[in-house]
Nanobody, 122 residues
C-alpha cells in the first residue's frame, strides 16, 4: 500500500512559479513510476508528467514542456513538480499518482493523492 499526500499549491500571478511536493508513505515507493495529473473545474483529469522508478526517464504533456520539471528523491519518498512561467490555463487541482508502468493513462495508476489546488491569476 502507498499513501500519497500533495502539498505546495496556492495562488500565484501569471508568470510566477510554484513547486509541488508529493510525499509517499510505505517502503515500496521506489518501485513505482510517479505521475502528475491535473483537473480544472468542469474538465477531465489530464496527464501532466511522469518519471521512471529511478528518475532516469521523464515525459511531459505538450502543454507544459519547457515550463514544468518533474523529479524525485527516492531516499525521501518524495516526488516534485517544479512549475515555472505559470499561466491562468494551469489553474487546476494537481494530483500525484503511482503506477507500476510508465504511462500517461490515469486508469493505469494504482494510488492517488487527494490533490493540491493551484490558482494562477492574470
Amino acid at each position: 500500500q502507498v499513501q500519497l499526500v500533495e502539498s505546495g499549491g496556492g495562488l500565484v500571478q501569471a508568470g510566477g512559479s510554484l513547486r509541488l511536493s508529493c510525499a509517499a508513505s510505505g517502503r515500496t515507493f521506489s518501485r513505482y513510476a510517479m505521475g502528475w495529473f491535473r483537473q480544472a473545474p468542469g474538465k477531465e483529469r489530464k496527464f501532466v508528467a511522469v518519471i521512471s522508478v529511478d528518475g532516469g526517464y521523464t515525459y511531459y504533456a505538450d502543454s507544459v514542456k519547457g515550463r514544468f520539471t518533474i523529479s524525485r528523491d527516492n531516499a525521501k519518498n518524495t516526488v516534485f513538480l517544479q512549475m515555472n512561467s505559470l499561466q491562468p490555463e494551469d489553474t487546476a487541482v494537481y494530483y500525484c499518482a503511482a503506477a507500476t508502468v510508465i504511462t500517461n493513462t490515469p486508469t493505469r495508476y494504482d494510488y492517488w493523492g487527494q490533490g493540491t489546488r493551484v490558482t494562477v491569476s492574470s
